[in-house]
Nanobody, 116 residues
Framework: QVQYVESGGGLVQPGGSLRLSCAAS????????MGWYRQAPGKQRELVAA????????NYADSVKGRFTISRDNAKKMVYLQMNGLKAEDTAVYYC?????????WGQGTQVTVSS
């Protein structure tokens, strides 16, 4: 079983930046494609960024394309989400997990609030 612990959220003004981190456990981490998801109040959870197991390919939701960057360090079992140009609509709880259903599990997430 693989588990994930997210950190790095906080309160930031519009236009600001944050870097989220995700620490994973489990020997198979380096074989898993990973994703960052978010859930805003009253809305469904959505995938905002994904990265292949080697980091060679990434994909982004249209709403964050050009502003967010996903990356990973397999040696450290870490996944990152660099968020620039934050907007009020980016306010949500952010989670990281494997994109394959078999290895998906939801941690506590990290709250990102964009407000002036």
């Amino acid at each position: 079983q693989v588990q994930y612990v997210e950190s790095g959220g906080g309160l930031v003004q519009p236009g600001g930046s944050l870097r989220l981190s995700c620490a994973a456990s489990g020997r198979i981490f380096s074989t898993l494609a990973m994703g960052w998801y978010r859930q805003a109040p009253g809305k469904q959870r959505e995938l905002v960024a994904a990265i292949t197991s080697t980091g060679s390919s990434t994909n982004y939701a249209d709403s964050v394309k050009g502003r967010f960057t996903i990356s990973r360090d397999n040696a450290k079992k870490m996944v990152y989400l660099q968020m620039n140009g934050l907007k009020a609509e980016d306010t949500a709880v952010y989670y990281c997990t494997a994109t394959a259903a078999r290895y998906t599990s939801w941690g506590q997430g990290t709250q990102v609030t964009v407000s002036s």
